[in-house]
């Protein structure tokens, strides 16, 4: 039995082009597609570089995000003391925050595959991420005095939010294809 499971070469490399989300090559003869393709192929590499970097910029965010949620659903023990929080009431807490990161995680797969077809759940993602600093800077600003390990806690989280919204913000725009000049 043939190892490519009957596949001709043609096959694969229309296969290929498929998955890689290319179009033919300058060695394919014929349409004017194609001769504007290869016209374009500098400008069409630039594109996927830039698709490819803001999928790995999104799969940043969202793994070091549904870490935390793991770290915060099977380990809430170990931050009790960080939210001045006690007991079983205390861990149910820490457990809904990591349910809560879960959710607002759930936007990010699809924005993984497509960041470039979605721009309006972008735009969500982006906005979510502003509303989660401006809420935590909220609680920071009106917390009183001597609550310092919370303080502390909403002093990081602000910190990794808005690491994570400027990591969004660059895939945001890296992801944003030009439009096609007519001549």
């Known amino acids: 039995m043939n190892p490519t499971g009957g596949l001709s070469h043609g096959a694969r ?3 290929c082009r498929i998955l890689w989300q290319e ?3 300058q060695e394919d003869t014929g349409s004017i ?6 016209r374009n192929s500098d400008t069409t590499m630039k594109t996927r570089v830039r698709i490819w970097t803001t999928r790995l910029l999104l ?48 936007t990010y797969p699809l924005l993984i595959v497509h960041p470039d077809r ?3 759940l972008f735009l969500i993602v982006l906005i979510q991420q502003a509303v989660g600093i401006i809420g935590e800077s909220c609680i920071l600003l009106t917390l009183p005095d001597g ?3 919370l303080a502390e806690s909403l002093t990081r989280f602000i910190v990794f939010d808005t690491g994570g919204l400027v990591v969004l913000l660059l895939g945001f725009f890296l992801s944003r294809i030009p439009e096609k000049s007519t001549r």
């Open 118 to 120: 979605y721009r309006a």
């Open 147 to 149: 609550y310092e390990a």
């Open 13 to 15: 490399h229309a296969i």
């Open 23 to 25: 179009l033919p090559s």
């Open 59 to 106: 799969l940043l965010v969202f793994g070091a995000n549904v870490y935390c949620a793991g770290l915060f659903l099977l380990f809430p023990e170990n931050y009790l003391s960080a939210y001045e929080l006690t007991g079983a009431g205390g861990r149910a807490a820490i457990q809904g925050i990591g349910v809560a990161f879960l959710m607002w995680n759930t």
């Open 33 to 38: 597609e194609q001769q504007e393709y290869s």
